[in-house]
């Protein structure tokens, strides 16, 4: 059997939540069970609400907005308890195609591929402005060559996950999850596709950014933090080797003047390159140890895999349990929906 869970991270989308329920495939080739999950971020309307009247089988609720990358981590904690084979990420707003689904999980299903993004085709995207089109593409870009993917649209959301994938996937980003994600999976050496997909008009402006500059900004920093987490040692001991070489500089033209018998006016030279080396120096020596840092990173990860493996392994023995609505903001007690109601 093969359980699909597809999750729906959800902020105050109450108008549009049904339409979207509504667009979601009942049954798809190769899978034997769909189930619905939505997680409701500290909504102010009744979202968890029209999610239960609408008969999805999971709802977690966040206390307060958490934003969209903790409603992300949540959904996939919840679909791994829950038994999913594979997780379907997608919008509550309606921009994807829903029937696409059946797209996203079928390299997944085939066994081609851990994880596969649903490609816009932002390049001609008919519901995506000049300027957004360009900062795609230029995002994009610049997540392949850190993931070492041949992903073309690097912040879709819409996604397929394999159970294997999602519980090597650490989200460590507040802002957006997507190129935290892809940035991991490619280091972590997972099998990454694309698929295109067919896309709705906006229904409403983004939430994920108040600005085009606080955008670029915040991703900006995702990408930096991610690529730092995963190559530390590349990147201090490129900038420590660097500051070396300007740093012999002033050094060797020191020595050139002091080979001359002129070496006591150019002092300055002397100290300035030996303090440009020595930072050379100290960057390297951090590198090494953000390196065995990130060492000690992956035991981590490795010892989690682990114990999400036993946690499965104990959970099959327990009696079946009805479908759930949890709070994500405590351990994760669960009550009935039918008691929620």
Known sequence: MTKLIIQIPCLNEAAHLPETLAALPRKIDSISDIEVLVIDDGSNDDTAGVARRHGVQHIVRHRTNRGLAAAFRSGL????????????????????????????????????????????????????????????R????????????????????????????????????????????????????????????????????????????????NTGMTMVRAYLTYN???????????????????????????????????????????????????????????????ANRRLIESALQKISKVEEQLGQKDPPRSKVEASADTDQKSSSAGSAQ
């Open 232 to 294: 530390p040692l590349r990147f201090f001991v490129g900038i420590g080797a660097l500051a070396f070489i300007l740093g012999s500089l002033p050094i060797a033209r020191f020595l050139w003047f002091w080979f001359q018998g002129d070496g006591a006016g150019h002092l300055q030279s002397l100290v300035l390159g030996a303090s440009v080396v020595i930072l050379g120096l100290l960057i390297t020596i951090l590198g090494l140890l953000a390196d065995l840092i990130g």
């Open 77 to 136: 904690d919840h679909s791994l308890r829950a038994g999913a084979n594979i997780i379907v990420n997608t919008d509550a707003d309606g921009q994807y195609v829903g029937a696409d689904i059946a797209k996203l999980v079928g390299p997944v299903v085939r066994g081609e591929a851990d994880i596969v993004i649903g490609d816009r085709g932002v390049r001609d995207n008919e519901h995506f402005g000049p300027v957004k089109r360009t900062l795609q």
């Open 138 to 217: 230029l995002g994009s870009s610049i997540v392949r060559r850190l993931s070492r993917t041949e992903i073309t649209d690097a912040v879709s959301g819409f996604r397929a996950i394999s159970r294997s994938a999602a519980q090597q996937i650490h989200i460590t980003t507040d802002f957006s999850y997507t190129t935290d994600m892809l940035i991991q999976a490619g280091r972590k050496r997972l099998a990454v596709a694309s698929v295109p997909v067919g896309t709705n008009a906006a229904a409403r402006p983004s939430r994920l950014f108040k600005s085009i500059p606080s955008f670029i900004t």
